[in-house]
């Protein structure tokens, strides 16, 4: 649209300002990484310090925590928003408004709120003993981060699943059926697939949110080293300590992962990459 | 053929009531109504999408409506195409088949006709959002066709195309619709198209079938008011009625008909004759004295907008008989009235004022809907209205 308003000559001053806007946005978030770099450049320690982090055995499990716990909370998160956020668009059944409102509980409540409440769940009622009893063990456990992760992101994906399935007309699954589909078909090849860019949306933001989350992750299954920790958590813990180029450099880490991680669901995106991305933005 | 008997369907407050139709085998039907009459809630219903509370839709003989949409065998073509975004136009077309089972090769062979048909196979690579709107029809019906169905529902199947391109399209439409023989229902509110593709039509107003017939028989003998306005017929007018004599403001006519107290009637046009005088009125004619307003030369004929004495009428003149009056705006002619070319209307509609232009919908719907609400249902059959048992 832009570029068919300037090509009739100058552009409206509305876009003016709106570019204005976004230009200052834009320059925030490439300022702080930028002063992350510059930061951890110029200080003597710094370098050393990224060096130290990189090589440290318990910085590099805690990557490796938060890599595995962050997509699989992803995929089990997707693989509950879809059908979740499909019945909030099209469902029409009693009780949908009040499922529609507690979806948005994770999302209001604090982040720590939620994994002290998951706690007092889990240690102070019959769930955590029950769950014990048939081998799952979540509290101070790293399976306690996939199921916090997946708790609270899953609100989000379902959230942005709902607004996709709200977006696609219902009448192509419709005609998919008068062609001689069955429901189920005409879910899996018409509508789900025109949702695929939002799916995928919702899945990297997912995975981004499970990969940044540290308060209820902290409250439900602390941060033991080696065990439970996750970068965040380790990032929370130096900065306590007052060793911010530590934090710093596993700060830096993370936003190499999680930009590589966008960067391939643009490409997987293919032609409609650039839809993916203006979801994620919102 | 298609038979809908008593069909009843609620969708939110809205309420499909007695809804009877009939399209004749190999026909192509054309349901009219305005915005909000619940046309595409029938053809819904007719293709499955909908749950009737009550009633039959029968196709060839048996009885559809609790079969799954997909064992209809119905070929549906909503209003925007409903293309499937993430499917090229080749895999939109194949669809149904492939959901029925075929393998690859023998949808591509099966398809393949009706691609050649609907000319559209230098656009099998391409995606629906880059086609245009005339494009994208033709894809839809190819898409609904390729599955043989015996039924084809069209929901205002032009609506989306310009001006121009619809009276091709209708004729496109036709073409194709008598070619294969399939049965076919036309969704639409504009009467141009209707005339241009139709067999047979029916009205649709408020959740009812008010009329239906062929176009012919709606056009010259509108049931109701609602019907003659939607139609756009000239000279709807309000009188009242007693034993001897029908007085619609000053004119005066023989009692036509058995209804009395207020009615609506409806003169055509051209059934008006003109003359400069009164004694030219013959056969029981009766001439009424009406000052000539405007005239307007419409090719085949002359418009002529009269005043008799408060009452407009609207004649079409040949230009022959407008020769033998020829006169100024202003001046008096007199139109003769044939008592038997009055055609009284139904009065279970609203009270129409003397009105010669087509009437909001929405005003139309609003009056139609107060009014209905207390009366008894009726319905019609294609050709045939059956007469409230009160009547």
Known sequence: ?282 | MLEVTNLEVAAGVFRLRGVDLTIPESSYGVLLGPPGAGKSVLIETICGLRRPTAGRILLHGRDIVDLEPRDRCIGYVPQDYALFPTKRVWDNVVYGLRARGMSQREANTEAMPFVEMMGIGHLLDRWPATLSGGEQQRVALARALATRPRLLLLDEPVSALDEGSRDRVCRDLRRLQRNLGITTLHISHNLEEAFSVADMAAVLNDGRIVQAGSIETLVRKPRTAFVAHFLRAENVLEGTADESVVRIGAITLPAIGSQRGVISCMIRPESIGLSATPSAAGNGAVAVAAVVERRTDRGAFVRVDLDARGVPLVVHASHRDWAGVRVESGATVWALIDPGAVHVLQPDEPAVSVATSLPSPESLIAAIGKENRDRERQSVTAGSYREPANA
Not at chain 1, 7 to 18: A, M, T, Y
Not at chain 1, 42 to 54: K, W
Not at chain 1, 130 to 140: N, Q
Not at chain 1, 157 to 184: C, H, N, Q, W, Y
């Open chain 1, 1 to 282: 649209m832009i570029r068919l308003l300037t090509s009739r000559g100058k552009p409206p001053i509305v876009l003016v300002g709106f570019g204005l806007i976004l230009a200052v946005y834009a320059f925030f978030i490439v300022g702080i990484l930028i002063a992350d770099f510059l930061y951890l450049a110029s200080v003597p320690t710094g370098r050393e310090q990224f060096v130290e982090s990189l090589s440290n055995p318990e910085v590099r499990h805690a990557i490796w925590v938060s890599l595995w716990t962050s997509s699989v909370s992803a995929l089990i998160g997707v693989s509950i928003a879809v059908p979740a956020g499909y019945l909030l668009s099209r469902g029409r059944f009693p009780g949908v408004r009040l499922l529609d409102a507690i979806i948005d509980v994770p999302i209001i409540l604090p982040p720590l709120v939620f994994g002290i409440s998951l706690m007092v769940l889990f240690q102070r009622t019959f769930v955590g003993p029950a769950l014990l009893a048939v081998g799952l063990k979540f509290v101070h456990d790293p399976k306690g981060i996939v199921l916090v992760q997946t708790l609270i992101t899953t609100a989000f994906g379902t959230r942005m699943l709902k607004g996709t399935f709200d977006g696609i007309d219902p009448r192509l699954s419709a005609v998919a059926e008068t062609l001689g589909s069955s429901r189920t078909r005409a879910f899996f090849t018409v509508t789900l697939s025109a949702a695929r860019n939002g799916v995928v949306a919702a899945l990297v933001t997912m995975w981004a949110l499970s990969l940044a989350l540290y308060g209820p992750v902290m409250a439900f299954v602390g941060a033991t080293s080696m065990r439970t920790e996750v970068m965040p958590t380790r990032m929370f813990l130096e900065m306590n300590v007052a060793r911010l180029e530590a934090a710093l450099s596993l700060g830096l880490m993370m936003i190499v992962i999680a930009l590589s991680v966008l960067l391939l669901a643009k490409l997987l995106g293919g032609r409609n990459a650039a839809g993916v991305g203006r979801i994620v933005g919102r």
